[in-house]
């Protein structure tokens, strides 16, 4: 029994760790940062995480419960991720929970945010949104993300067609915009 345990344990960890690496090699495509205006920052590739992640998560909502748990554990290794790359920059122990206490809130304030748009099938909300919390310091001047978002929009589509068993074994590929948005 407790073998068991163990065996699915270690099967669940190379299906996420699958998955994950998946998820940020999108989040990595140049076309997101040379095409669709998100800037290459290190805010800038948070951002474009937290994107193919909420992707990611919207099809998982509908998944039976393997693929539910693979989702919980990619929340789990993104923010491990963001806790390391907290350190990489020189952030002390003490800061660090404050700051993954934020950078969790930016995350889900996301997810809800974009999530409403896609929902609505609104395009334009979407593209607001995104300004907004990609560049919230620009204001007006931010650069348009209307392409972005149609590649949120396309992407979501996608995704909901794919079968569950892409998403239970940990091969649920999104694909990049560029091939996407010719």
């Known amino acids: 029994m407790v073998f068991g345990f163990l065996r699915k344990k270690k099967n669940n960890r190379l299906i996420v760790d699958r998955q994950y690496d998946l998820l940020t090699t999108v989040a ?12 290459d920052t290190v805010m800038g ?11 990611y ?11 539910q748990e693979v989702a919980q554990e990619i929340v789990d290794a993104f923010f491990q991720d963001v806790d390391h790359s907290i350190r990489e920059l020189g952030i002390g122990d003490q800061g660090v929970p404050k700051r993954m206490k934020k950078f969790a809130a930016m995350f889900y304030g996301r997810l809800e945010s974009y999530a409403a748009a896609l ?25 348009d993300l209307e392409g972005l978002a149609a590649w949120m929009f396309t992407t979501d589509d996608d995704l909901t067609t794919r079968p569950e068993e892409e998403v239970i074994s940990g091969r649920l590929a999104i694909k990049a915009p560029e091939e996407i948005l010719r």
């Open 119 to 143: 929902d609505a099938r609104d395009r334009d909300r979407l593209a607001e949104a995104l300004r907004r919390n990609i560049y919230p310091e620009a204001g007006d001047k931010a650069p």
């Open 45 to 55: 590739r948070f951002e474009a995480l937290a994107l193919v992640l909420i992707l």
């Open 57 to 67: 998560f919207r099809r998982t909502r509908q998944s039976q419960q393997g693929g």
């Open 28 to 39: 990595r495509a140049p076309s997101l940062y040379l095409a669709l205006g998100v800037p």
